[in-house]
């Protein structure tokens, strides 16, 4: 059952700290095992997570190719929630980031749909088909919005003219 819900167990390797010596030179040495830890270029290659898993950077939106990926190899989807919150993350809190995050996401998604992780190609016959629909409302977020804007601008514009046109 652990195995289902997190995975294999790992394997730790912990070393000691020296107690005498140069301590100052073993902490910077530690730092930069960590700076080398916490690239992604670490875990795509050298962890099993990495190796196995494979979690797909180089997107603004990894998380969706990541997901369809692991999708497509045979996870499925599990709603959970824990009495507990946790990684609850950060919102943005004004207009200009919600704006930013908004077109950082609607270019990502809509680079997901344009390339070789489009759900309908890269999902075809390792997912059902209203997963792959699913996804691809993820991609057709950005061009969705120019039918949208036409149709705010139009009115307001023909509205604009019927009023300009009446002359009080």
């Known amino acids: 059952m ?14 000691m700290l020296p107690q005498k010596g140069n301590s100052q ?21 050298n962890t099993q997570w990495g190796r196995e898993m494979g979690v ?10 990541t997901g369809l990926a ?8 599990v709603y959970f929630n824990p009495q507990r ?7 943005p809190t004004t207009l200009a980031q919600t704006l930013l995050q908004d077109r950082r996401f609607g270019e990502g998604n809509f680079s997901i749909l344009l390339s070789r992780y489009c ?10 088909l209203p997963l792959q629909l699913g996804y691809c409302i ?5 061009p969705s919005s120019l039918p949208t804007l036409y149709y705010v601008i139009v009115r307001s514009l023909g509205l604009r003219a019927s009023l300009c046109s009446r002359r009080w």
């Open 2 to 15: 652990r195995h289902g819900w997190c995975g294999r167990p790992r394997v730790y390797r912990y070393r």
């Open 25 to 45: 030179q073993h902490i910077d040495e530690i730092e930069e095992q960590a700076k080398s830890v916490a690239t992604c270029a670490y875990e795509a290659s």
């Open 56 to 65: 797909k950077y180089g997107c603004p939106v990894e998380d969706v190719i």
């Open 70 to 77: 692991i999708q497509c190899r045979g996870w499925a989807s």
């Open 85 to 91: 919150k946790a990684f609850l993350g950060l919102a």
């Open 119 to 128: 759900s309908v190609l890269f999902g075809h016959g390792k997912i059902e």
């Open 138 to 142: 993820y991609g057709l977020w950005a």
